[in-house]
């Protein structure tokens, strides 16, 4: 009667990443891409409106604050899809359209008038948003 000869066998897999390169995005990433940042509470300074500068403050629940031509009293809102962020100033009189890139939210925006313009704004401390009174 003949037995059989077992034989363990081992295989190994050697798994290795592939090398950093600053030139090459890793397979499937095309490298230009940013992190969602919620901006919620953040104070901004700039052309937002193209005849002044503006301080603004993105509230929760859509409530934009906003000053220019020293008025804080208008209406405005805000949505964030993702890195895209909308402003609505005075019934959609104007219209925002931007995203966060190097810490600046910049973009197009346009008025009834109609004007088109490009706006740039850059971050500013919290305190700076006290000028709208306490965050709700």
Not at 100 to 113: F, P
Not at 121 to 129: I, L
């Amino acid at each position: 009667m003949r037995s059989a000869l077992l034989v363990p066998v081992v295989i190994c897999l050697l798994v290795m990443p592939a090398p950093a390169s600053d030139t090459e995005p890793l397979p499937g990433r095309g490298g230009d891409y940013e992190f969602e940042t919620s901006i919620v509470g953040t104070v901004w300074e700039g052309k937002l409106v193209y005849d002044d500068t503006s301080i603004i403050r993105f509230d929760p629940n859509g409530v934009l604050r906003i000053r220019y031509f020293k008025q804080t009293t208008m209406q405005a809102n805000w949505r964030q899809e993702g890195e895209r962020i909308v402003i609505e100033i005075n019934n959609k009189y104007v219209e925002c359209e931007g995203y966060l890139r190097d810490g600046r939210l910049v973009g197009k925006a346009k008025n009834r008038a109609p004007a088109t313009w490009n706006w740039e704004m850059k971050r500013r401390p919290a305190s700076e948003g006290t000028i709208f009174g306490a965050t709700r």
